[in-house]
């Protein structure tokens, strides 16, 4: 029950976010150093770490063992690369201690034989953040496996909703979206010094939970030894790259044009063959039957003019991101609608649902995510749930517990005046002493997180509170909200009811410790 698991075994000594070990700045890239509670866990990022953007982890290194355990010992089942067993490098999906989803790609036994070169490149994708990527999260370099941590996107990729649809096909103001998308994510990574994408098709557009299309950022990472930078067929492949091997930016635009004909035409067609049909005016031939004529004429023949001017046999007659980016903008005519509802699918819940039990006045600030009732509530709570958790000795009273308690007693202060960061700081000098154990402390460690605007990192310190007391409602009522604060509303949802679940048991008389 709850986000805890395996975590109280380390509970002095956690590993860093979303069971990743974050680096050390002088640390080699083989062995990640565990946070300490001061840090946040998982919210810190822990040091040399990359900074995350909303909502997104930090970058970090990853055990192979959290990634075994996340993915079900590898488990077929887990499998979600398009061609299933048969990929070179199989992608997984998993969900981590924290509960979040991600994509893990494991690459075969020496794709990468140098470790630094795998690490630096990991390094170099993972420092990049933005809503047009499947952002990498982090990676594994443990003996001779290699392991990319991106995450996950639930919805599929363009190539099943263009190709191997089942209910509906893809509209044409949602193709034109998705198109514009994935040009603004090449414009942000070139703007950004990395110009240089691998295999850009439709396998490697992916959609997020509200349906938006984005970028993998497995193309990013340059070729392994065994790789290829193409593996679609030569049909497919700029020319340039069938006479000299060498990736260049204008041979991503012909890839990005690649997919626009797949975009125009709902099948994966030969560009020299599209070129035929276009320099014939064949452009209505060109179009997907499927949309059934539900598309603008206009519109089309700029996206086929684009298409054009990207599939140039010389690459410097090949448009830019930038030039990408400004064609298509304009063609945005249903910015609106949301992607979901574009899509047909169904979008994730906004908030978390209603729990199956009456709530207690925490409960429903919980449920509210009113920061402030569950300020008032805690503080006058104060202590009493921290009965029977620490049994001192008369020799344990030292000067060393003098001192702890008094750093519990000024975050108390500073808590109760709504000084946060303080609290924070006084609160990890108690813990980081490690003689005693409080879950309220952890509880109220966690709300100036959840104030601080850290979920990671309150998530993480309602995790320990449940450790310390595992039947406390608090801690599940803490975990709630800062999963809601993650967008992870589901899972929510199921703390807010499991805590509800806790509290009803304690009142019928079966909840003492």
Not at 36 to 43: K, R, S, V
Not at 188 to 197: A, D, I, N
Request: with cysteine; aromatic share 8%.
């Amino acid at each position: 029950m709850g986000c805890c698991q395996s975590l109280c075994a380390g509970e002095h000594n956690p590993v860093g976010k979303d069971g990743a070990q974050p680096l050390q700045v002088t640390q080699n890239h083989h062995g990640g150093g565990a946070t300490t509670a001061d840090n946040g866990g998982i919210g810190g990022g822990g040091a040399g770490g990359v900074a995350g953007g909303e909502g997104i982890p930090s970058f970090s290194e990853f055990s192979f063992s959290d990634l075994k355990a996340a993915t079900n010992n590898f488990s077929s089942d887990n499998i979600v690369s398009e061609s299933g067993e048969k990929a070179p490098n199989l992608v997984y999906k998993g969900r981590l201690q924290n509960r979040r989803w991600i994509a893990v790609k494991k690459f075969t036994k020496m794709a990468w034989p140098d470790p630094k070169q795998f690490a630096e490149e990991a390094w170099g994708v993972g420092k990049f953040r933005h809503n047009r990527l499947a952002n990498l999260i982090g990676y594994c370099c443990d003996g001779d496996e290699r392991l990319l941590v991106a995450e996950f996107m639930p919805n599929d990729t363009l190539a099943k909703h263009l190709f191997h649809w089942e209910s509906q096909t893809i509209e044409w103001a949602m193709r034109l979206r998705v198109g514009y998308y994935i040009a603004e994510a090449l414009d942000y990574c070139s703007t950004e010094g990395r110009p240089l994408y691998h295999d850009l098709n439709a396998y490697r557009v992916l959609f997020d939970e509200d349906g938006d299309p984005r970028l993998s950022c497995f193309g990013l990472m340059k070729n392994s030894r065994d790789g290829k930078s193409y593996s679609t067929n030569l049909a497919y492949t700029p020319p340039e790259y069938l006479r000299n091997g060498r990736v260049t930016p204008e041979s991503v635009t012909y890839s990005f044009g690649t997919v626009l004909l797949d975009l125009l035409s709902g099948k994966h067609i030969p560009p020299s063959h599209a070129l035929d049909m276009i320099r014939g005016k064949n452009i209505i031939l060109l179009m997907d039957s499927h949309l059934e004529g539900k598309f603008s004429t206009e519109e089309a023949t700029v996206v086929v003019e684009l298409a054009s001017q990207c599939l140039q046999y010389e690459p410097r007659e090949r448009p830019n991101t930038k030039d990408l980016v400004a064609t298509l903008a304009p063609l945005q005519t249903k910015s609106d609608v949301p992607s979901y509802v574009m899509l047909g699918i169904k979008k994730q819940e906004e908030a978390p649902a209603t729990p199956q039990r009456p709530l207690s006045p925490l409960g429903e600030a919980c449920s509210r995510m009113d920061l402030t009732a569950i300020h008032q509530i805690l503080v006058m709570t104060h202590y009493r749930d921290d009965e029977g958790t620490n049994e001192l000795s008369f020799q344990e009273w030292t000067q060393q517990m003098k001192d702890m308690l008094d750093a519990r007693k000024r975050g108390d202060q500073a808590f109760r005046e709504k000084d946060f960061k303080t609290a924070i700081d006084c609160y990890s000098q108690f813990i980081d002493v490690g003689t005693m154990v409080s879950p309220t402390v952890f509880g109220r460690r966690s709300l100036c997180y959840l104030l601080c605007d850290q979920p990671d990192a309150a998530l993480r310190d309602a995790m320990q509170a449940q450790c310390v007391y595992p039947d406390w409602p608090t801690a599940f009522y803490m975990q709630s909200v800062a999963l809601a604060k993650l967008n992870m509303n589901t899972d929510a949802a199921d703390m807010l009811n499991e805590a509800a679940q806790l509290e009803e048991k304690r009142q019928r008389g079966g909840g003492g410790k």
